[in-house]
């Protein structure tokens, strides 16, 4: 039998994770949380009155993705497929909640769990190095939990910001790369880019980047871009309370503009609707998304992202941000799949609904110069 984990199992959960593995071990404290207040689905399977398995589950709030955190069957269960039973009722929990995509990293150095896994379909996408305690590689592999719902989807590179305010760096890097094979993303092209975008001031501490300034850093590099922005000018000044402050995002938002008209960059003013963004993808462009990220992280910061595909149901973001706090790898931050309706809420900042959407587009080959 298969069901949802109980607070009263946790020491044969402890037990039997013991038994299990070596080291990375989940401690009674993790499973009371993950079975009290998780973001995951802790499912059990049990036979004869003995608890002989369990997988966990994570999920992204308001998110299609999931992620296969741990599964463990009892040294002498297996060979009973209830490692396989086990995966299923995880793949049918995780669908029954809007995920249409797992994923999952195993050791490279098991090739018995990773027969499991292809044999459900999941399929090899990336290698991390030093991924366990013992330093060991994971293999990362995923599964499309609905497969008629994401095909030719594009692949976008992905860069995590190394800072609390450079979300808007890291995005427009993986565009420009996706764009450019040969560009190299490192930090010091972060900060230079920051250095380049920023609004100074924003909320608290260093300042987060302007669509504008965002769009000026990568037209200087040979990429046209397009711009659509509510009075961001409004949208930062409201974030401070400083009034001193207010004037220096003013002054920043002017020159920012005054370079665009240099530039011949129109800014519409228009916010984007979800078929336009698809258009845009359709035409080789890749959309930087300024969003409230409390649908996404839980806190109410503006936050950039970057669109990086679209099917029949869903649309697929690169996130720069990785929560380690809540058990977040880098895996759960690319293609993620939300909801147009999802992605809508998100694209509306504050009270005022403000918005700003910069679409990147492949360098013109007689445009492109090298910017140092």
Not at 28 to 49: P, Q, S, T
Not at 54 to 62: G, I, K, M
Not at 295 to 302: C, F, I, N, S, V
Not at 324 to 329: A, D, I, M, R
């Amino acid at each position: 039998m298969i069901r949802a984990a109980r607070l009263k199992d946790v020491e044969t959960l402890v037990e039997l994770e013991n038994r299990s593995f070596d080291n990375d071990r989940l401690s009674a404290r993790n499973f009371r949380h993950m079975i009290h207040k998780g973001n995951d689905e802790l499912l059990e399977v049990e036979v004869d009155g003995s608890l002989l398995g369990y997988a966990l589950t994570l999920f992204r709030s308001n998110t299609s993705l999931a992620r296969l955190y741990s599964i463990a069957v009892a040294p002498e269960a297996r060979g009973r497929n209830l490692g396989f039973d086990l995966l299923v009722a995880s793949q049918q929990a995780a669908l029954a909640r809007g995920a249409t995509r797992m994923r999952l990293e195993v050791r490279q150095d098991n090739p018995a769990a990773q027969a499991l896994y292809r044999k459900l379909g999941y399929r090899d996408f990336g290698l991390w190095e030093d991924y366990y305690d013992d330093h060991q590689t994971a293999l990362r592999m995923e599964n499309t939990l609905a497969p008629h719902l994401a095909t030719g989807l594009r692949r976008v590179p992905w860069y995590p910001q190394s800072l609390d305010f450079t979300c808007g760096p890291a995005c427009l890097m993986m565009a420009m790369k996706a764009h450019d094979a040969n560009l190299r993303l490192d930090r010091q092209l972060e900060l230079r880019l920051w250095r380049e975008a920023t609004t100074v001031y924003m909320t608290s501490g260093h300042g987060g980047c302007s669509p504008k300034g965002l769009a000026l850093s990568a037209a200087r590099r040979g990429f046209p871009v397009r711009v659509w922005v509510s009075d961001e000018t409004e949208m930062f000044t409201d974030s401070v309370r400083s009034e001193n402050k207010k004037e220096v995002i003013r002054l920043v938002e002017s020159n920012f503009r005054r370079e665009l008209d240099l530039a011949g960059i129109r800014v519409g003013r228009r916010a984007r609707q979800v078929s336009e963004l698809k258009q845009a993808l359709a035409d080789g462009g890749l959309p930087l998304l300024l969003i409230s990220s409390y649908r996404l992280h839980g806190d109410r910061a503006p936050h950039w992202v970057l669109l990086t595909a679209a099917d029949a149901r869903f649309l697929y973001i690169n996130d720069p941000f990785v929560d380690y706090e809540e058990g977040q790898v880098d895996t759960d931050c690319f293609g993620i799949p939300i909801a147009p309706v999802e992605l809508e809420r998100m694209m509306r900042l504050g009270r005022r609904k403000h918005h700003a959407c910069v679409v990147v587009y492949p360098r013109r080959e007689e445009a492109a110069r090298d910017v140092t």
